[in-house]
């Protein structure tokens, strides 16, 4: 009965160092069929958009 208790605590921590590596991009929903199956790349940037202007400085010299 024993081994069952150790199994199961020994099962439960490498569970948790999994999802803790995985941190919020883990997916815990199963594999994906149909419509949420779809692979697609991110859309890339308009090459005739403006570029973002660059950040002012956090703290200007006084």
Do not use: C, Q, R, T
């Amino acid at each position: 009965m024993w081994k069952i208790a150790v199994g199961f605590a020994v099962f439960a921590a490498i569970a948790l160092y999994v999802i803790g590596k995985g941190g919020d991009s883990l997916d815990m929903s199963g594999e994906k069929h149909g419509a949420d199956a779809v692979h697609s790349e991110p859309a890339k940037a308009d090459a005739s958009a403006p570029a973002a202007a660059p950040a002012p400085a956090a703290s200007a010299a006084k």
